[in-house]
Structures are given as structure tokens and as C-alpha cells.
């Protein structure tokens, strides 16, 4: 298994893993949203790995870039999307992903990566709720947006509404 920065031509296949992982309607949606966000000036600076082995691509994930409206604004990023293809979800791969993107991250001075998943899985991934950043709109499910601080007391410091990429900013996203 090798975990490497995605590269423009793994552009058709990262589309039809997030179609797979994700299934038909919504697949379609966060397989767009990943090429979309790839092209959008916005979500610079940008991460996006990927998981490979054997030539077919297994995983991918993405780390785009947050705002804050502060005139010393942090490093942030958030991670969306994060797909496994269905034939190796729950061996550990978005862990994988996730602990390598936010190594790379914490690396390169980004302070905080937010999140909006489900609690259960990114609990287990250094993910709280307990902060001051707020989505750019009110959650039907609050509990989901989440922060994992790569650098001590990144949460205590900061808050306030989170700004996306524009690609990320549609209302049916959040």
C-alpha cells in the first residue's frame, strides 16, 4: 500500500472511487465536489492523497482551505471528502489517510483540521466538538462538525465562523 498526493491524471479515477464509496446519488455529488474542489482557486492551499496498490486507487482524501474573518487568522483546512473504496472500508485505510494528511499538515504549520462526519468514526481519529469554530450554516446534526488540533491548545484560541472554499460553500453540502 502506497500513500501519495493525487496527481491530475488520477482525476477520472478518484471520481468513480467516491461514486463507488459513496454510492449512486450521493456518490455522484462528492465525486463532483472532489474534482471541483481540485480547480477551485479557493480551496488552495490544497492536500489531496490517495491510496494505491497494485495501479487501482483504494482511498483518497482531501484537505482544503478554511478562513477565519480575523485580521491574525490560524492555519486551518478542512477534510472533505475522505472515501475507501467499499471493498476495503474498516481495515484502517481512512485512518491511514487521515493520520498521513494531518502529519503532512501539522508539518507544514497548519494549526487545526475541521471536520464534518459522522462522531463515531472521527472520535476515534483525535476529532472533538468541543470548540469555538463555527460552520458557515447551521447543522441539522451539530454533533458532526468537529476539529482535530495539530498543534497544543490550537482550539482555545480561535473562534468564530469558518469560511470554505467555494466549491465546498453550497448549502446541500453542509
Known amino acids: 500500500m502506497n500513500i501519495r498526493s493525487s496527481l491530475d491524471a488520477d482525476r477520472p479515477a478518484l471520481r468513480a472511487l467516491h461514486e463507488q464509496a459513496f454510492g449512486d446519488e450521493e456518490?455522484?455529488?462528492?465525486?463532483?465536489?472532489?474534482?471541483?474542489?481540485?480547480?477551485?482557486?479557493?480551496?488552495?492551499?490544497?492536500?489531496s492523497l490517495v491510496a494505491e496498490e497494485d495501479g487501482s486507487l483504494l482511498g483518497h482524501v482531501m484537505f482544503t482551505a478554511l478562513t477565519l474573518d480575523l485580521q491574525t487568522a490560524p492555519q486551518l483546512r478542512i477534510m472533505a471528502p475522505l472515501a475507501v473504496t467499499k471493498g476495503r472500508q474498516g481495515d484502517g485505510l481512512g485512518a491511514r489517510l487521515i493520520e498521513e494528511g494531518c502529519r503532512q499538515l501539522q508539518a507544514e504549520g497548519v494549526e487545526c483540521v475541521m471536520v464534518l462526519g459522522d462522531p463515531a468514526y472521527y472520535s476515534r481519529h483525535g476529532f472533538t466538538g468541543t470548540h469555538g469554530l463555527r460552520p458557515p450554516y447551521e447543522l441539522a446534526l451539530p454533533d458532526a462538525w468537529m476539529a482535530r488540533p495539530l498543534v497544543?491548545?490550537?482550539?482555545?484560541?480561535?473562534?468564530?465562523?469558518?469560511n470554505a472554499a467555494d466549491a465546498l460553500n453550497a448549502r446541500q453540502l453542509w
Open 27 to 47: 456518490g455522484i455529488l462528492v465525486g463532483r465536489l472532489a474534482l471541483a474542489l481540485q480547480d477551485d482557486p479557493t480551496a488552495q492551499p490544497l492536500l
Open 152 to 162: 497544543p491548545e490550537a482550539l482555545s484560541r480561535w473562534q468564530g465562523v469558518v
